[in-house]
């Protein structure tokens, strides 16, 4: 009798667990700190490639689309909106093909080139050292230059340094002041070499360690301009390459890169932007989560021959790349971006904030028109694609203090594959403003996230979240916001805990104050 009584009891107890078991539990430390979050971490490449600088941003003084000086008006400030602190250029592989003094100088006398790695098209430098440092003023963005070590010589890159950096008296000063400009710039931001062990020079690590040696010792600091010196690193899962570059040249270097695309497929047929089953989903979010593993294994070596962890790694080409979109030109690397794409950067920044201690800088490929770009132009169009969207959640992270987590995430399957369904980031910013971005790979099911925050003052909190009907959904300039931002509902903060209910494949900001 009296176990009759009890039995249902015990029933709603187990369902209670079955159900706390199923949600996701994540702890905060709210008031502890693993490191900062250096907002370079969320900086851009943008290479002369396709459509990313002719189009993307320079449309020359005369056009009609509305620019400052030959640069777009719309990209400027739809890129100032995100925050965006750094910005890469010349290439990727143009970089190694590029020649800077044809870049400077009246437009009409500046030489033309082929572009032979993008399209083989005519480059006629209209885009060069000057347009690229008002573009990164009117951005308010650090310029990061990749100088050219595969073509050029140990002269052409000190001396680009002096043009641009040094304030007194001597011949390149001299020329800049010729073409307009008195105070020199500040550049931080200098790479010697870009994939030189590919298209930058096909170069074996004992090799380049030796040769960015030498161009590094010529990499002048003038006045007050403290030169951070980027050496080429690994191709993906390299790790001799890092080992040997670390071993042979860590001394002379502040920062070491590293280069990793998220392809679906292979290299011969990558997969489309757009039109792609479940499986080929899973397989894009389970590549990209190896972007972790490589940090990890790519930091272990770092810190044999670093164990301060002076050195930074320098994340400088990220990103998806697809099949071009049917029809445009196989050298422009224009792909349309998806919320695939947004989950895909949501990851990939959660993760690089993991590893912040070792991360300093990462370079999302390539900003406009080109593979996983925040930005389309058509013309006098705009839009903002769903990875934009990511990044402008995501800038409330910049420069804000990592704060430890714990969790255990359950299980995103496709087969008898599994990966983790939801990947999770937390900071406190400098006004203790705590902010968690969290990401729900899982294109099905929802995500029920038993979210602790010991250490936290109970306050309000408010969440923004992106989503889309279709994981394959994207802006179209005839429909530019089919992916966007709305407000999350339904959250509330009591006792330190909070419980987030993430819709299937969306990206979650929370802010808690
Ligand atoms: O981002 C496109 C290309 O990818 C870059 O030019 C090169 O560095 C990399 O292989």
Redesign the pocket.
């Known amino acids: 009798m009296k176990f009759k009584k009890i039995f249902p009891f015990f029933i709603l107890l187990f369902l209670c667990s079955i159900s706390i078991l199923a949600q996701n539990q994540l702890v905060i430390e709210a008031d502890q700190s693993r490191g900062t979050i250096n907002r370079q971490i969320y900086g851009h ?1 943008s ?1 002369h ?1 396709g459509r990313c600088i002719y189009g993307g941003y320079w449309v020359g003084e005369e056009s009609s689309i509305p620019n400052t000086r030959g640069i777009r008006n719309d990209v400027v400030q739809a890129l100032k909106d995100i925050r965006i602190p750094n910005l890469r250029w010349p ?5 190694d093909e590029y020649h800077w003094m044809d870049g400077i100088g009246p437009r009409e006398t500046r030489p033309k080139m082929i572009n032979s ?2 399209g083989g098209v005519v480059e006629d430098n209209s885009f060069g050292t000057h347009e690229f440092l008002d573009l990164c003023e009117q951005l308010g963005a650090e310029p990061y230059i990749s100088a050219n070590m595969g073509s050029g010589t140990v002269e052409e890159m000190s001396k680009w340094i002096e043009y641009i950096t040094f304030d007194g008296e001597s011949p390149m000063a001299h020329l800049r002041r010729q073409n307009g400009r008195d105070e020199p710039w500040k550049v931080r931001f200098w790479g010697v070499g ?2 030189s062990w ?3 020079g096909n170069m074996r690590p004992e090799y380049y360690a030796d040769l960015y040696r030498h161009y590094a010792t010529y990499a002048r600091d003038y006045g007050d301009n403290r030169i951070y010196k980027i050496a080429c690193g690994a191709n993906g899962g390299d790790y001799n390459w890092t080992e040997t570059v670390m071993k042979n040249a860590a001394h002379h270097m502040q920062g070491l890169s590293l ?1 990793y ?1 998220t392809v679906p497929k292979d290299w011969n047929d990558k997969g489309s932007a757009t039109d792609f089953d479940e499986e080929e989903y899973f397989n894009t979010v389970e590549k990209t989560l190896f972007m972790d593993e490589l940090i990890t294994k790519h930091s272990l070596i770092m810190d044999r021959y670093d164990p301060q962890k002076r050195v930074g790694m320098i994340i400088d ?1 990220w990103g998806t ?1 697809y099949n071009v979109e049917p029809g445009t030109n196989p050298g422009f ?1 224009y792909q349309q971006n998806t919320m695939r794409d947004a989950i895909i950067a949501g990851i990939n920044l959660n993760i690089f904030n993991a590893h912040c201690e070792r991360v300093q800088m990462a370079n999302l ?2 900003t406009v028109n ?2 996983q770009a925040v930005l389309l132009t058509d013309e006098e169009k705009i839009v903002l694609t769903p990875t934009y969207w990511v990044f402008h959640l995501y800038k409330v992270h910049q420069d804000a203090t990592l704060l430890p987590i714990s969790f255990t995430s359950n299980k995103y399957r496709q087969g008898d594959r599994e990966i983790d369904a939801v990947s999770v980031s937390a900071s406190k910013d400098t006004n203790g403003k705590i902010h968690i971005t969290l990401v729900n790979a899982d294109p099905k099911n929802e995500q029920r996230v038993n979210t602790r925050l010991p250490g936290a003052s109970a306050g309000k909190v408010s969440g923004q979240i992106l989503t889309s009907d279709k994981i394959n959904d994207y802006n179209s300039f005839e429909q530019p916001s089919t992916v966007s931002v709305k407000e999350l509902k339904g959250l509330s903060f009591s006792e330190n805990t909070l419980l987030v209910v993430l819709p299937p494949k969306s990206v979650v900001l929370i802010a808690i104050e």
């Open positions: 490449f290479e490639l290439g990727g592989c143009f970089a790695h993008w870009n994939e590919g298209c930058g280069h695309y080409e790349w690397l490929a390539q080109v593979l």
